[in-house]
């Protein structure tokens, strides 16, 4: 009989009620936990109700995949069924106000499978599409499909393997209905104790901390949106992830807010160990000078978090080192879930950053780097359009063994500004040259003439609507453009050319050198 080999998680909420977690000393999350403000439903359910649809089901005719099948009851949309889509607002305000250290826990998949129960590999526990789910493809008819996006507070899934189920949910602390999230630590957060398995049959675990505000959607026939959630993360704090070093997956944590503004205010964020030498392993490959080993122009990174707005603002200011691992769009995060359609199910993905969408790095005495790794989407790590970095940090540096950097999608915000007090040593970042109309925005509050950019895949052996291209571990394509690959709500007028109004990029070095 086969059995389930995911790692099941506990959880501490309110819902509409304010939760607070004070601790004159350290506090620490020893295993998986969601604690978090849930807010209440915003809808009821209803039959045939669009935003609310049954769960996909396989090629065994049913949502999961355990042959023993003692959770199926609780997902199947029947009458023990448990499973629905939460739209939640008005959540409570969450508080953890710590004396010592704050430090969470992370999870990620298994490299191998061998001696691993049911060959299981389990998942990666930060990844917001555990909590995020959608739907959407802008077919009409039988076929169609309304676009929205909400809460999974917890369920079970299909697992990779086709053998198991999923435990899967959201885990760290936040605002999932809507409030604002205040963290403030007097000592450092993160890893704060490296843990370390020479066993790729055994998950990697960190204590990586996920702070997340949560928020929701729901696209009218009309193109006009009705969001609920959202708030605003406080983040002050010591040094986050001390004892960091490089993470594959999104084990370093994850700052996560689909809807407000993001403030982190701390002495360092990770750490960037400058490399000297003479050797090309050791210096940019944007260096075209000879080789000066007094002279550092890359460094290795670590510790750096991944930073996943919506329709947000983060801002995130250090006295020390800044580092940030990847900036992702949480419309396009790896789906722990699917749409059933009448000849099978797929999987889909839409972006919900909008024009308003920022990020701003200020480091006041460090080095800093906006990218050290990221599943690239697009030959290419996609970025919001608008990203900046005022002219204090010591040294923007190289930490990726490669020419290219960010690609920043097109936006008549756009505006890429970066400064260094010292050297500038950097990459290459890209400004897609797609006019305005092929801007893959949602339809954000009070602008009905954004229009959305979506794509759907269908799941091998199951019903495929376009073309687009599935990239690794399923963090989908942002540019996905051009019929059948994509569907478009367009603005009812004429959008200006491109190249109007926008403003340049600009990077300075004041009393450095500027590689590129």
Known sequence: MASGGSTRFSVVRTGAADLELLAAGNLSMESLFGVYTAGSSSTGTSANDPYNLKRAVGSNGKVLSNAAGGNEKLVDGGTESLYRAWYPNGGGNLLLKVGGNLSGNALSAASVRVGRPVNDLDHDSVNVGNWLWRQGNGLTGSQAQATAWWINFGSYAAGITGKTDQMVGFTGFGTLGGGNLNVDVDGNAGVLTAVRSSDNAVNARSQGLVLAVGSTGRVAADGSVQLTGGGDLNLRVGVVNPAAGYAIDQLNGALVDLRGHVQLTGGALGSLTLRYGNQNREQSPSEVRAYDPLRSTSALPGGGMSLLPGDATFSLATRGDLVVQEVADPGRAPQMNASGFANGFAQNWFSLWTDRTAVDLFSAGGNLTPLTQTLET?????????????????????????RTGPTYPPSKRWCWRR?????????????????????????????????????????????????????????????????????????????????????????????GDLLG
Do not use: K
């Not at 030959?379 to 923007?396: D, G, K, N, Q």
């Not at 954004?450 to 073309?467: D, I, K, S, Y």
């Not at 963090?475 to 569907?487: D, E, F, H, I, K």
């Open 378 to 402: 697009d030959m290419a790590a996609v970025y919001p359009a608008t990203l900046r970095s005022p002219p204090v940090a010591a040294c923007i540096t190289d930490v990726r063994r490669r």
């Open 419 to 511: 400064r260094a007090m010292g050297n500038w040593n950097c990459w290459q970042g890209i400004r897609s040259t797609g006019g305005p109309d092929r801007q893959p925005l949602r339809c954000g509050p009070g602008q009905p003439g954004n229009h959305l950019e979506a794509g759907f895949h269908g799941v091998p052996g199951g019903w495929a609507a376009c073309r687009g291209q599935r990239q690794r571990v399923q963090r989908w394509q942002r540019g996905a453009l051009g019929a059948p690959s994509a569907v478009r709500l367009r603005r009812q007028h004429r959008q200006p050319g491109v190249g109007d109004d926008l403003e340049p990029a600009r990077f300075y070095a004041l009393s």
